[in-house]
């Protein structure tokens, strides 16, 4: 069955740069989308269509894709960006995945 | 500004049927540019879609869970709601409602999100 995958988990520095990837073998023709999950939250949709942020999401958070891989990039982490992150795609039937999840830790 | 709110009981007995609902604010359910998705996440795991519903009533579920799944409208309370039968300890989870932005197999994304509810399965 088709999966997304994702690093479990991504370290960074308060200032540095973060970069979470996914990875899937549809991504070529399947837009992704990520969401942002703090503890006890709903998940928060931080990028749609590979690269789209939706109003209200700080310009710190871009996203990029290259071939069957998509990179969630968050520029100049603070510290309220540690989170779980999540991908998201669809398979060739267009039925909705996600991936496995990334904890994002600020050092 | 669109809000979902789940409701429904948080612990159901093993082989019955789960059953939530989701209410929406600040918005009409019968627009014409959404379905209406659930997804659900088991305590410390990640996040699995389970099925939307068009306003019209037309439905897709995940594969894995179509055999239990049921997705219905009511657009007159503006609601949707899930029921999921024969449940299991494997069914515990947070469940979400929210939007789910369709355009076929263009794109496929949810947003916003209601705050979650935890259902326990146990006897």
């Known amino acids: 069955s088709y999966e997304l995958t994702q690093p479990p988990s991504v370290s960074v520095s308060p200032g540095q740069t973060a970069r979470i990837t996914c990875s899937g073998d549809a991504l070529p023709k399947q837009y992704a989308y990520w969401y942002q999950q703090k503890p006890g939250q709903a998940p928060v949709l931080v990028i749609y269509?590979?690269?789209e942020r939706p109003s209200g999401i700080p310009e710190r958070f871009s996203g990029s894709s290259s071939g069957t891989t998509v990179t969630l990039t968050i520029s100049g982490v603070q510290a309220e960006d540690e989170a779980d992150y999540y991908c998201q795609s669809a398979d060739s039937s267009g039925t909705p995945l996600f991936g496995g999840g990334t904890k994002l830790t600020v050092l | 500004q669109l809000q979902l709110q789940e409701s429904g009981p948080g612990l159901v007995k093993p082989s019955e049927t789960l059953s939530l609902t989701c209410t929406v604010s600040g918005g009409s359910i019968s627009s014409s540019s959404y379905y209406w998705g659930w997804i659900r996440q088991p305590p410390g795991k990640g996040l699995e879609w389970i099925g939307s519903i068009y306003y019209s009533g037309s439905t897709y579920y995940n594969p894995s869970l179509k055999s239990r799944v049921t997705i219905s409208v009511d657009t007159s309370k503006n609601q949707f709601s899930l029921k999921l039968s024969s449940v299991t300890a494997a069914d515990t989870a947070v469940y979400y409602c929210?939007?789910?932005?369709?355009?076929?197999?263009?794109?496929?994304?949810?947003?916003?999100w209601g705050q979650g509810t935890l259902v326990t399965v146990s006897s």
């Open positions: 929210a939007r789910h932005v369709h355009g076929g197999d263009q794109y496929n994304w949810f947003d916003p």
């Open positions: 269509k590979d690269s």
